[in-house]
């Protein structure tokens, strides 16, 4: 069964500092997706990023990107440049076709202080 | 585009009446719809998949007769909590996938109190 981890159950950033999110999961598949949603107090869940595993180079968005390392099974979040704006709960999820469906890591509760 | 709404946002209601939660999405065709229980502070656990037209799968552990899903259309999935008690109070969330893609499209939520 996929199983997706994120070890880090609350983090902390300074604003305008950079912090990264882990995350690592376990598949037998090759062909998957990988994303970082982001829900805020609000509770409205919003992709952050994704990133298909067939692709070698990382996913970017701005101010966020991502490691991915396949033959590691990991997939961290770095968000440059932190704003207050960022804080909120961050999720890893996994996606294959066959599975039908997105497996969600435990999150990662993220805090920036101004 | 790709917006997904959910109603009621906040709901209450007394211990052994049935809530009706509506999700639609309002500018594609999901064939796919899947609901979702969140506990304060804790990740989205997947209850039930529903494809149009067709009978909804659950998720081990959830039961079929309190959390009734109907897909009867392409833009629109009910969950019905059904002799709701104080347990099944919860935020629910569902989402849509469109057809022939992975990626789903998330709705805002509803709070569930039941008293």
Known sequence: ?114 | GAVVSQHPSWVICKSGTSVKIECRSLDFQATTMFWYRQFPKQSLMLMATSNEGSKATYEQGVEKDKFLINHASLTLSTLTVTSAHPEDSSFYICSARVLLSYEQYFGPGTRLTVT
């Open chain 1, 1 to 114: 069964a996929q199983t997706v981890t994120q070890s880090q159950p609350e983090m902390s950033v300074q604003e305008a500092e950079t912090v990264t999110l882990s995350c690592t999961y376990d598949t037998s598949e090759s062909d998957y997706y990988l994303f970082w949603y982001k829900q805020p107090p609000s509770r409205q869940m919003i992709l952050v990023i994704r990133q298909e595993a067939y692709k070698q180079q990382n996913a970017t968005e701005n101010r966020f990107s991502v490691n991915f390392q396949k033959a590691a099974k990991s997939f961290s979040l770095k968000i440059s440049d932190s704003q207050l704006g960022d804080a909120a709960m961050y999720f890893c999820a996994y996606y294959y076709n066959a599975g039908n469906m997105l497996t969600f890591g435990g999150g990662t509760r993220l805090m920036v202080k101004p």
